[in-house]
């Protein structure tokens, strides 16, 4: 006999009842604790412990709402430029297009040579690091961001996330602000600590109808899946962008939010929460595990379930792992495969950033040319275009940069 457990409707809505009120209790745990540590950031300041960065009107700040309830200011002018081991090493086309859309909107930024790694890696990914020398890391490079006059815009999704984590245990625990300090001395720096931790995600989110006004190419027709990457918004949740006019304010806004503004059809789909496969020691022990993850629980859902053109995200790992993962699956047989994109890549190519010479699309290993005929881009012609570029480079002809415009 079948002795299957009957649920009724009642007990339906008893459960989401029950099960809403132990997220409610959870949340504000982690809100409070968050809430409380910047309270006591303000505190040490009074006190003349550490310096803040704060985010002034010098910066043109945008108020958003993160998770927590709370407004943030994300400073749209005069940015450091945080830049990503990962997007540098595997997808140029990342940066270069965030500093070309920048440029085409004439925000000042500096990018800057004197910036070191996170250093992030050794703690997600072997456990070699500690707390301490994390936190010194990620408070000289915001010395170098304070003493320049420019705010810190964070590229990587791992950075932003270890900083918040850094940022958080240095303001509530005084033994670790105290060895950090001895540190920074070493190199004539001190404390100073950013008022808000910013992801550049969250910039372009405030920056998307800008952004817009400028669109070159029509992507009405264009459907987008966007993934979220876990470093941004599960990493002090509590401090990332969520907006009711987005998704309802339900999901991050951030990628989501610039596709709707230049007008893509975004598309949901099942495993929207999963982590793209990247995690960090895994995929350097058990890379097979990430390679697979990748493919058979986001790639093939999000093929299946919603036929997109193109899946957006906003996170080196993300973009380098979605994308180079669907190689070997291809190799074998499987047919599932979608072009990989950062959100500013996809948003320059939309503004009629060149494909190659800006976006560099070509460091990508899936295929991406359905994708560029649907928006309205003649690749084809922009590759001979590229190709005749490199001829000129070849003959002495110097490279093609990206001038920042001037920071006053």
């Known amino acids: ?20 009120e132990r997220r409610a209790k959870l949340a504000m745990g982690t809100v409070e604790d968050y809430l409380r540590m910047l309270q006591k950031m303000r505190e040490l300041e009074q006190k ?16 958003v709402t993160t998770l927590s309830g709370r407004l943030k200011k994300i400073p749209t002018v005069k940015l450091w430029q945080h830049k990503s081991c990962g997007q540098c090493g595997h997808i140029p086309g990342y940066v270069s297009s965030l500093y070309w859309i920048m440029s085409e909107l004439n925000v000042p930024y500096i990018d800057d040579t004197n910036q070191t790694s996170c250093t992030a890696w050794n703690y997600y990914g072997s456990g070699t690091s500690n707390s301490v020398a994390l936190t010194a890391v990620f408070l000289r490079n915001m010395h170098v961001a304070w003493e320049k006059r420019a705010y810190p815009l964070i590229h990587c999704g791992t950075s932003y996330g270890d900083y918040k984590e850094c940022r958080f245990l240095l303001i509530t625990n005084s033994e670790i602000r105290e060895r950090v300090r001895a540190i920074l001395k070493k190199i004539d720096r001190d404390i100073v600590v950013p008022e808000e931790l910013v992801h550049y995600s969250e910039w372009l989110h405030v920056m998307r109808f800008e952004i817009a006004q400028r669109k070159k190419f029509d992507v009405s027709q264009v459907k987008v899946a966007v993934h979220a990457a876990c470093h941004t918004y599960k990493l002090m949740a509590e401090d990332f962008t969520y907006d009711e006019s987005v998704l309802g304010g339900v999901k991050p806004a951030p990628t989501s939010s610039i596709a709707l503004a230049l007008g893509a059809k975004l598309v949901e789909y099942s495993n929207w929460y999963d982590c793209c496969g990247f995690g960090f020691r895994h995929i350097l022990t058990e890379r097979e595990i990430s390679r697979s993850f990748a493919y058979f629980r986001k790639i093939r859902p999000i093929v299946n379930e919603t036929r997109a053109d193109v899946l957006l995200t906003h996170d080196t790992g993300c973009v380098t792992t979605l994308d180079k993962s669907q190689v070997v699956p291809l190799a074998h047989g499987y047919k599932e495969s979608i072009p990989v994109l950062s959100d500013s890549q996809f948003a320059a190519l939309a503004m009629g950033a060149h494909p190659f010479l800006v976006c560099q699309l070509h460091w990508h290993v899936t295929d991406w040319s359905a994708l560029l005929s649907k928006m309205g881009i003649d690749w ?4 001979e275009e590229y190709k005749a570029y490199l ?5 002495g002809e110097k490279p093609y940069l990206i001038k920042p415009p001037p920071f006053g």
């Open 1 to 20: 006999m079948d002795e299957r457990l009957e649920i009724t409707k009642e007990d339906e809505r008893l459960f989401e009842r029950l099960a809403s």
């Open 380 to 383: 084809q012609k922009a590759k």
């Open 48 to 63: 003349g412990e550490i310096t803040v960065h704060h985010v002034t009107e010098e910066y043109q700040p945008v108020n």
């Open 391 to 395: 001829e000129r480079v070849k003959k």
